[in-house]
């Protein structure tokens, strides 16, 4: 699949689009949500060999206010990308066959809770 967050954006804006309309804000603060998430995954796995876990405990506010800034630069850009643009995705996957959309939205999921899986795994194992 070409563009997976697109898909994303498509199936979460049409899941909510009763209530959110075509802007498809809350496909947008998913992506956005992947995307921060996956990145301070990244950084928590990094400064696990630099430092031990205590230390990691003590700086907490620090890499809450980093992990914003990152949420907030994703939202800024993927609303830049794809806010109105639930028009366009539909026309690519109005037509897809329903065994590939089922797993399709598993794999959607699965992407929706991993991110999280890791950030709790990683503070654990930290």
């Known amino acids: 699949m070409k563009n997976w967050f697109g898909y994303i954006y498509y199936r979460v804006t049409k899941a909510y689009l009763k209530w959110d309309g075509t802007n498809g804000i809350v496909g947008i603060l998913s992506i956005s949500m992947i995307e921060a ?18 230390e990691l405990k003590s700086i907490p506010v620090n890499l809450g206010f980093v992990s914003l800034g ?11 990308k794809y806010s109105g643009k639930y028009e366009i995705y539909k026309a ?13 939205g598993f794999l959607i999921i699965g992407n929706l809770i991993l991110p999280w899986f890791l950030f709790f795994l990683l503070d654990r194992l930290t």
């Open 37 to 54: 998430l996956l990145i301070a995954d990244f950084i928590l796995f990094g400064l696990s060999f630099f430092y031990r876990r205590s």
């Open 70 to 80: 990152i949420l907030a630069f994703f939202i800024i850009v993927n609303y830049i």
């Open 92 to 104: 690519l996957w109005m037509d897809e066959e329903i065994a590939d959309r089922r797993v399709r």
